[in-house]
């Protein structure tokens, strides 16, 4: 039996007294993964990305291993939430408009000293303030740099369009703004690579690409390298009581670990290990996150029919963004077709050996947005489920 198909048999044996769809977490590949992040942290703190976990129970596990501190929120109102729940260091990574949750921000002292907000631009204070309806506490406050890499004069660009800041002297001046404008703090910096720690180099059957994609991801880490230092450099001559530098993400840990301008990582879907992170050639992981679908029709020679399927990830739109199916090995999708958002046939001699009622496990192609179609994950070590634990979803919280 090949480890996947012990897999299979163990995720069946576990559930098998429950109805399918269902979503699961392995534990040991969970933990697993977990220890790797630390590992190829080199003893920088690991600051958990909610986005990609989405889970409660999950956060509160991983941040109760020694490695990681803090988490990274996507959406300020998920920013009180954890914090209203005992989470004590919550950022904020991206700019929010809410102006409710800034009230609530601004009147409540343990929300205040839990959560730090990223801006990028004036303008993002000058809300704040908008919104503050007479609060007085102190916002903690994070700058966010751009991390693109910029070839031949800037006429190219490579990575994500965020933050419009990125030089040294854009970064120092918006601090300064921040340092003299009365009711915040500036506490951290953080810089996102996504063009090296969410793009696989090494897909398999494309060397060509997978080869361009190293050779484009080692001159971004080098280029980033000395303009972060730089710029954190230029923040600090401005604050520099700065508690925090954040950078990385899954597919970079051990590289962005290593500058020494960054005090800590931000990863999250390392955890899981979805579909999209299997094609990197410096880290491998274990899925650990995977859903169930039942078979409830067998149209043919080679087919089956098993109940949803549609869930594509975020994202340029592309094969890439399906989820694919795991366990067994083998199945694939009917091309005219593709996964469905009701049911979805999948063809391969795998399915002459399933019957009615047999479930198909699939991975996602992302990691936290699984979460978004499930109310609770069943935690499995062995062949046992051991915990259900709700998701976002299953506490009522859709924050996007």
Known sequence: MTPRAAD????????????????IVDLEAFDANADDLVRRAGGKPVRVASKSVRCRALLERVLARDGFAGVMSFTLAESLWL???GFEDVLLAY????????????????????????????????????????????????????????LLGGRVRIGARRSPLRTPAELAELARSVVRRPGFRLVGLMAYEGHVAGVGDAVAGRPLRSRAV???QTAARRELAGRRAAVVAAVRAVAPDLEFVNGGGTG?????????????????????????FDDYASFSGRPAALFALPVVRRPGVGVVTVLGGGYPASGAAGRDRL???????????????????????????????????????????????LCERFEALRLVEGDRVVDTVPTYRGEGRTFL
């Open 8 to 23: 299979r048999a163990r995720y069946d044996r576990a559930t098998a007294a429950l109805d399918a769809p269902l979503a």
């Open 83 to 85: 914090a209203r729940a």
């Open 95 to 150: 700019p929010s408009v809410d102006r409710a949750a800034y009230t609530e921000l601004a009147r409540d002292p343990k929300l205040a000293a839990a959560v730090t907000v990223t801006v990028d631009d004036v303008a993002q204070l000058e809300l704040i303030d908008a919104a503050r309806a007479g609060g007085t506490e102190e916002v903690r406050v994070c700058l966010e740099m751009d991390t693109s890499l910029r």
């Open 214 to 216: 190293r050779a484009m």
């Open 252 to 276: 970079s840990v051990q590289h962005t670990a290593a500058e020494a301008a960054v005090t800590e990582i931000a990863a999250g879907s390392g955890l899981y290990v979805p579909r999209l």
């Open 323 to 369: 989820p694919v199916p795991y366990l067994p090995e083998g199945l694939r999708y009917d091309p005219r077709e593709g996964p469905g958002e009701v049911q979805t046939p999948l063809l391969g001699s795998p399915a002459d050996d399933l019957r009615i009622g047999d479930r198909v496990w699939f991975r996602h192609a992302k990691a936290g947005e």
